[in-house]
């Protein structure tokens, strides 16, 4: 059974820093691609970075360039993202994904607030 | 970045038929096919299908799925209560190098 598990949210403030990560089981971690998706409050999905299963490319939303980034660690089967300069609209729900959507965690939630 | 067109709610009686549409153009939805994704309140989502009509197991065969052009649809046959959520769908878009998703579906089983 594949299990996702985030962890490393939690409140912030404006202009602050957080380092999401997300440890994957029962799944070949390397090679797959992976994706960040977030959900803010009463919204819906938006995808927010993705990596190729080499890590030689990242994908980011053009609102999160330049102040988040993705990584991963295939030998810990884990992903992670780095997120810099935090916005009170980058308060959500963070999903780790893995390839096509197939795989789920139960999120970590962001606060960005004062 | 661009989204995916989805109508933002539908309504059916129980035990009938719905279907959820998702359009999007040729470089995401016909490029390589929709996600779709059902998400209970309080809970993160689920897959229900991708590369158009790609079943997970486990996914109840009262669901289905399929594509024409670029637009994709979700059927689900004999609505129970259990199918009340949001539904999603995504693809993949070969030009902008990135997930694009529709604004989701709330479907309500009356």
């Known amino acids: 059974e594949v299990q996702v598990v985030e962890s490393g949210g939690g409140l912030v403030q404006p202009g602050g820093s957080l380092r999401l990560s997300c440890k994957v089981s029962?799944?070949?971690?390397?090679?797959?691609?992976m994706s960040w998706v977030r959900q803010a409050p009463g919204k819906g999905l938006e995808w927010v970075a993705t990596?190729?299963?080499?890590?030689?490319?990242?994908y980011y939303v053009d609102s999160v360039k330049g102040r988040f980034t993705i990584s991963r660690d295939d030998a810990k089967n884990s992903l992670y993202l780095q997120m810099n300069s935090l916005r009170a609209e980058d308060t959500a729900m963070y999903y780790c994904?893995?390839?096509?959507?197939?795989?789920w965690g139960q999120g970590t939630l962001v606060a960005v607030s004062s | 970045q661009a989204g995916l067109t989805q109508p933002p709610s539908v309504s059916k009686d129980l035990r009938q038929t719905a279907t959820l549409t998702c359009t999007g153009n040729?470089?995401?939805?016909?490029?390589?096919?929709a996600v779709w994704l059902q998400q209970h309140p309080g809970h993160p989502p689920k897959l229900l299908f991708y590369?158009?009509?790609n079943r997970p197991s486990g996914i109840s065969e009262r669901l289905s799925a399929s594509r024409s052009g670029n637009t994709a649809s979700l059927t689900i046959t004999g609505l129970q209560p259990e199918d009340e959520a949001d539904y999603y769908c995504?693809?993949?878009?070969?030009?902008?190098?990135?997930?694009?998703f529709g604004g989701g579906t709330r479907l309500t089983v009356l």
């Open positions: 994904v893995t390839e096509t959507m197939t795989n």
């Open positions: 029962g799944f070949t971690f390397s090679n797959a691609w």
């Open positions: 990596i190729k299963g080499d890590g030689s490319e990242t």
């Open positions: 040729s470089n995401n939805v016909g490029y390589q096919g």
């Open positions: 590369r158009d009509t």
């Open positions: 995504s693809a993949w878009d070969a030009i902008l190098r990135a997930w694009v």
